[in-house]
């Protein structure tokens, strides 16, 4: 059983920057395809970015492309999301999923391991 905690998520202005973390326990993170996605108020949860077990393959939503940056720290068990330029359209619960077998792209992938999420909020 894989455990995800998220953590750094906050109230930010128009512009501003956050770095979310998401530290797994019971399974190493080597062994772990990571993905964040996110589920805005009265919205389906969607795809933001995803990192394969090796950093080799790292796929972005278009809407977070060259603002967002997904990394990896195996050592830590950790995985990161840095978010530059934040919009007020950025506003979600973020959440991390992992999955051993598979990259997390799909949210309705019932394979997938998550975590409950942190907040980001952008305000105008």
């Known amino acids: 059983q894989v455990q995800l905690v998220e953590s750094g998520g906050g109230l930010v202005q128009d512009g501003g920057s956050l770095r979310l973390s998401c530290v797994a326990s019971?399974?190493?993170?080597?062994?772990?395809?990571m993905g964040w996605f996110r589920q805005a108020p009265g919205k389906e949860r969607e795809f933001v970015a995803s990192i394969s077990r090796s950093s080799g393959n790292i796929r972005y939503t278009d809407s977070v492309k060259g603002r967002f940056t997904i990394s990896r720290d195996n050592a830590k068990n950790t995985v990161y999301l840095q978010l530059n330029s934040l919009k007020p359209e950025d506003t979600a619960v973020y959440y991390c999923?992992?999955?051993?077998?598979?990259?997390?792209?799909?949210?309705?992938?019932?394979?997938?391991?998550w975590g409950k999420g942190t907040l980001v909020t952008v305000s105008s």
């Open positions: 999923a992992a999955n051993p077998v598979v990259v997390p792209t799909n949210p309705l992938n019932g394979m997938h391991y």
């Open positions: 019971g399974r190493t993170l080597s062994s772990l395809n």
